[in-house]
């Protein structure tokens, strides 16, 4: 009889195979982030920032990472480079990690779609597990599953720096295609 091995966290592409539910969003957990844009505040003093907004996004390779154009240069506040953002997982148990603050520049580490509401984060080291794009079609009515950061939240700390709630909210969700792509 064959020894089962423990579960270790996932290294490298995510397999999203034929397995649970449960399983996929265990290790999901690992490829998606919430992005978080800052901005120096004006005042001088290092490390002190504005919280220019949030949303979800993901690694799709070791070092690449995809979230909304919205999220990092919506319409209203544009990306301006020097901005920085910082990703930042739910690890479970109430417990959040996050990166340093990546500084962004366009066509350097950050490449900017609008016209399809894409943004590309390119991240220097530290290879992160991963999930890959798929561009098969779905029928109608396949399950399907959804990971974010729906209304995640940071508090300034004593110096400015982000400070994470305990309660940090990821969300996965089970449901029905109702057409388009999905994660392969």
Not at 26 to 42: L, T
Request: net charge neutral; with cysteine.
């Amino acid at each position: 009889m064959a020894k089962s091995t423990a579960w270790q966290p996932p290294t490298g592409r995510i397999s999203v195979g034929r397995r649970l539910f449960t399983e996929i969003v265990r290790d999901m957990r690992y490829c998606v982030y919430s992005a978080m844009r800052f901005r120096p505040d004006g005042s001088g003093m290092p490390g002190k920032v504005r919280h220019l907004g949030s949303g979800s996004g993901f690694f799709v390779g070791p070092n690449t990472f995809i979230t909304c154009n919205h999220v990092l240069n919506p319409a209203d506040n544009p990306h301006v480079d020097g901005d920085s953002c910082m990703l930042v997982q739910n690890i479970g148990a109430g417990q959040a990690r996050h990166t340093q603050a990546l500084k962004l520049t366009v066509g350097t580490n950050l490449h900017l779609f609008p016209e399809c509401d894409l943004a590309v984060i390119q991240i220097p080291e530290n290879p992160q597990p991963y999930a890959t794009v798929g561009y098969n079609d779905m029928l109608e009515g396949t399950d399907i599953g959804i990971a974010g950061y729906p209304r995640s939240t940071i508090i300034p700390g004593p110096n400015g720096e982000p400070q994470f709630p305990g309660s940090y909210l990821s969300h996965c969700q089970r449901g029905c295609n109702l057409g388009g792509k999905t994660m392969d």
